[in-house]
């Protein structure tokens, strides 16, 4: 069996072409959406995510303001603009660009941010509200891993879903989106006992690891969807290095039904469904909720 590859890049264009159609709506009754993004010091990795959100943002019509703050900020100052953005009324996302430099309590950031603007949907009150099940900004990475899943089922719901990984980030609200479509849910971590027992079992397995294709073709059931959010550089050809994700694709694709690549998989996803969450949190029609109901095969 050789996997469909789940495409990622152009699943993506699809949701920004109807992000920005929905924006262009919201524009004509005098509502342009702003998202702002905070960085601290020059983290080359997020430099670029950075650079590449702020693109996507304009190019959906939307305003970017972005806030570029030496590594050497004191937590205060840092608290300072984000108040500062909570107040101001042309922006309606706030994204604090993680990891901070050390001195800087990273959850008291997050907590300080408008549960309203909260696009990156980690405020305690949002994860609250999707543990509850209730409607509400869901993180990105999570919502494009779920979007992309659902490009392949038409339905999540009986299907044994294993998420390896429990970071706040992704694997945890990974796993409440699943729950909430219905899928059965296990989390697998560093401490799981026989991995690839576990994840045989998926009919969906969804690896955020950050450990460079160490998902076998052995571990993986006959026809399962395989979504891979790692991202790992490693030494590539001629002194280069390249991205590869934490299932190693090439052997992995020869088992599973479809798979996403990396790069061209989760990664356009996650900037596609942080442009919905800004249009969501300005008013526009396209929530996570909505957003789930558009990618049926
Ligand atoms: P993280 O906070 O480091 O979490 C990694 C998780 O993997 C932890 O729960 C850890 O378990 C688990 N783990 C580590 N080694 C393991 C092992 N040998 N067996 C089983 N589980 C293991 O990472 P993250 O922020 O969730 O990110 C995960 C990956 O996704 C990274 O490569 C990151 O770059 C990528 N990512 C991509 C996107 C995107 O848009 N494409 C977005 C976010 C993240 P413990 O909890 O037990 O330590």
């Known amino acids: 069996m050789t996997a469909r590859i789940i495409d990622g890049k152009a699943i993506a264009a699809e949701l920004r072409g109807k992000v920005a159609a929905e924006t262009r709506r919201l524009a004509a009754r005098g509502i342009v959406p702003g998202l702002a ?31 570029r703050l030496p590594a050497m900020v004191t ?15 042309a922006v309606h996302g706030i994204l604090v660009q993680m990891p901070l430099p050390r001195g800087i309590d990273a959850a008291k950031v997050i907590a300080a941010v408008d549960p309203a603007k909260d696009v990156d949907g980690f405020h305690p009150l949002n994860v609250g509200k999707l543990a509850a099940g209730w409607p509400g900004p869901v993180p990105c990475t999570p919502l494009g891993c779920v979007l992309l899943a659902k490009t392949v089922h038409a339905s999540l719901a009986g299907l044994e ?15 409440q989106l699943l729950l909430r479509e219905n899928a059965t849910v296990t989390i697998a971590h560093s401490k799981t006992r026989d991995l690839p027992a576990v994840c045989r079992r998926a009919d969906l397995l969804v690896a955020a690891i950050g450990r460079a294709e160490m998902i076998r073709s052995a571990w993986i059931k006959h026809g399962a969807t395989v979504i891979d959010v790692g991202v790992n550089r490693v030494a590539g050809k001629g002194g280069k290095t390249r991205l590869v994700g934490d299932v190693a694709f090439a052997e992995v694709s020869e088992v599973a039904g479809a798979i996403t690549p990396v790069p061209g998989g989760v990664g356009p996803m996650t900037i596609a469904c ?5 249009l969501s949190a300005a008013g526009g029609s396209l929530s996570s909720v909505v957003c789930l109901q558009l990618f049926q095969p």
């Open 161 to 175: 879903a294993v998420v390896i990984g429990r970071s706040n980030i992704v694997g945890k609200p990974l796993a």
């Open 75 to 89: 937590e205060a100052e840092l608290l300072a603009v984000v108040q500062r953005l909570n107040r101001d009324a």
């Open 37 to 67: 993004v905070v960085m601290v010091g020059n983290d080359p990795a997020s430099e670029v995510y950075v650079r590449n959100k702020s693109k996507a943002v304009i190019e959906a019509g939307m305003r970017s303001f972005d806030h």
């Open 274 to 278: 942080l442009l919905a969450n800004t």
